[in-house]
């Protein structure tokens, strides 16, 4: 692994972005467009936005970045970019990090325009500072771009990297605890959920929310780090050079 290659793909990759702004407007102002539209929906019952806007403000950017993420580097599989990337000294670990810090730095800007909207605009009640709802958002946002990436290397079309959200995504949303105390589950569907990253992010945020401090906001958060790190790190082992 060469931090200079990393780099060199990084800004590689924001230089595609930038030719794309329909993209670019789905990963900067889809969640926030999102966010106002569900606090718009229960604006006449009070408390509703408030309860359900934090974990609302992970899923978004989380659900937004899988799809860019696995969608592009599918793309760049199929284009031939990659195969040829790869008879270079390139390694797949460069290519892998190189999109994630491309991402991740879209993932900030993402973070910071939704969270000020959802604060300023939809005036969701955060007891907790700003700037612990700002990194949860981050982190989350991260974390879609990691499985995007690990998803990316098992698609072949750009369908199947959408098929992917029934089996990773999915199932995150409904067991995370959005809808029900993940306590109050049956067991074995409790049980699944401690295994899922995504109730560790919503767990985080609604300590955000709810003005916790120390460990029951930083525990579960580095849990949602930790498994973006692996996601990162199996992508890079499972990359393939171009789809059969």
Not at 112 to 129: K, N, Q, S
Not at 147 to 161: N, P, V
Not at 217 to 229: I, M, Q, R, T, W
């Amino acid at each position: 692994m060469n931090g200079v290659r990393t780099f060199a793909t990084a800004g590689r990759v924001l230089r595609q972005l930038s030719h794309d702004p329909r993209s670019i407007a789905l990963m900067l102002v889809a969640p926030s467009l999102l966010v106002g539209l569900f606090a718009w929906l229960f604006s006449d019952q009070e408390g509703v936005f408030d309860q359900f806007g934090g974990p609302i403000l992970g899923l978004f950017p989380f659900i937004v970045m899988f799809l860019i993420t696995s969608i592009t580097t599918l793309r760049e599989r199929r284009s031939g970019t990659l195969e040829r990337l790869m008879t270079t000294p390139i390694a797949k670990a460069d290519f892998i990090l190189g999109y994630g810090l491309a991402f991740g730095l879209m993932a900030t800007l993402q973070a910071v325009i939704t969270v000020t909207f959802a604060v300023w605009v939809c005036r969701l009640e955060v007891e907790g500072p700003l700037w612990q709802l700002g990194l949860v958002a981050v982190v989350d946002a991260i974390l879609g771009t990691a499985l995007g990436l690990l998803a990316s290397a098992f698609a072949r079309t750009e369908f199947q990297a959408v098929q992917f959200m029934p089996l990773i995504v999915f199932p995150q949303i409904i067991l995370g605890g959005l809808f029900m105390p993940r306590e109050d589950m049956p067991e074995a569907l409790y049980q699944i959920s401690k295994v899922l990253p995504l109730s560790y992010a919503i767990d985080t945020i609604n300590a955000v929310t709810a003005g916790d401090e120390g460990w029951d906001v930083f525990g579960p958060l580095l849990v949602v780090v930790a498994f973006a790190v692996g996601s990162l790190i199996l992508a890079s082992l499972t990359l393939r050079r171009r789809t059969p």
